[in-house]
């Protein structure tokens, strides 16, 4: 049994793209680990983490998606089930300096969760054929939380931290990710309503397979970029330092 | 299941032999990064992240190749997707330190993202049979990302900046680099003309499966020869500084 990816899907094209890309950002967290100043090596850890634990789920969605033509909903979860509380813990750890208390970070948790849960209910319990009711009130219900974690950003606690920090390299660095948590995680909705029932599916015809096309692109900007945000900056307070 | 390798299949030897060249090349780059002086550790860690991407597709390929005796044309373009955006970083690294902006890498990709789209087109929508119009429109598109970049790397702003360097080690490494540029990167071009209705296949009778064996050769020489020239480059100066 061979590979085969047909030329004329994009999805599967960024499947395998996705995969290497997610394994290569790994290599290059990790081994860039050894050249940053020691209290920038945990948040280091943590973006090759990320893209490492994604690389994996890639590779097994990639084969899923390839032999079966569908959306593999629990592997994407099972991913961000473990993703994206990493990416609470780089905020938290960035503005940990300022004062970040362990109870943020368990905000911020709460609310993935609950923004986690309630779309997979959204996806992986949709009815045959589609349901736009279904799709509608689990998708707001889920926006809850990724509202909540996009308040926290950029007026809420992380943004109060940030801006008492002394470092401008850090209170740089917390905006970025602020604007990547506002339209890098945007295009996870967007992906969501190209379901059976969606918005998107119904409004413009938009294929099921594209909630995946979304997924992987913005997986791709959201953990490799925020992991070189974390890097910059990791790496230009290490240049200060020296 | 064993892998059996015809021993008359020049196509499937260099798929192999390409797929061990660039892991070794990559297990070398990875362990000498730790030997060079800080300010060349990033530039080999991107030359072994090139081959170690390649390896992983080259893993894949050469198995598709066996099975199907056909062009791994998909696979071949994921990679690339992802190596040539990175041998841009490598030319905006040497140049960095005579002043490269960020903008001069961004239209770089922006040129071989352009370059590879074409090219893709060009041999993944082939029709049936193979038509010459349909190679030459999108090999003549390609070409202009192409003619772009040699141009920025022997006349433009690459080739200024390595001007502009106070290290005659970085001007020697830039314009070998811009010879790889033009004579290494020609090849692609050539096994692109080898498919269904390309010039070669027509005029000479040049087969489809050359296609592979001229990305193939072409890869070994520009992914593990660039990379030992950033390399040699990185030695002597750790030794100069020493
Ligand atoms: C708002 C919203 C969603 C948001 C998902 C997000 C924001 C996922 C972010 C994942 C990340 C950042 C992973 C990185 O490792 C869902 C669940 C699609 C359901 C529809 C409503
Ligand atoms: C001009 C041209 C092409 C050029 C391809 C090149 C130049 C690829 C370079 C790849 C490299 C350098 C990979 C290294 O990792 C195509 C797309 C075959 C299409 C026909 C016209």
Chains 1, 2 share one sequence.
């Not at 009711?133 to 606690?157: N, R």
Request: glycine share 8%; aromatic share 16%.
């Amino acid at each position: 049994e061979v590979l085969t990816i047909p030329v004329d899907d994009p999805v599967a094209f960024t499947f395998f793209t996705g995969y290497m890309a997610m394994m290569a950002a790994s290599v290059f967290f990790f081994f860039e680990r050894s050249r940053v100043t020691g209290k920038w090596k945990l948040s280091l850890l943590i973006s090759g983490l990320i893209t490492f634990i994604a690389a994996v789920h890639y590779y097994y969605m990639r084969d899923y998606y390839l032999s079966t033509g569908d959306n593999p909903t629990a592997l994407r979860y099972i991913d961000w089930t473990l993703t994206v509380p990493l990416m609470c813990v780089e905020f938290y750890l960035l503005t940990k300096a300022a004062g970040a208390k362990k109870s943020l970070l368990v905000k911020l948790i709460i609310a993935s969760v609950w923004m986690l849960v309630f779309g997979y209910i959204g996806e992986a319990f949709n009815p045959e054929g589609g349901s736009t009711s279904h799709s509608v009130i689990y998708g707001v219900l889920s926006t809850l939380g990724y509202i909540y974690i996009l308040y926290t950003a950029w007026i809420g606690e992380v943004a109060q931290l940030s801006k008492k920090s002394d470092n401008p390299l850090i209170q740089k660095s917390v905006r970025i990710l602020a604007w990547f948590v506002l339209v890098g995680w945007a295009v996870y909705p967007i992906g969501y309503m190209c379901m059976p029932g969606g918005w998107l599916n119904i409004a413009f015809g938009w294929e099921p397979s594209s909630v995946d096309l979304f997924y992987n692109i913005a997986d791709a900007i959201n953990k490799i970029g925020f992991g070189l945000v974390v890097y910059n900056l990791a790496a230009s307070d290490t240049e200060r330092l020296a």
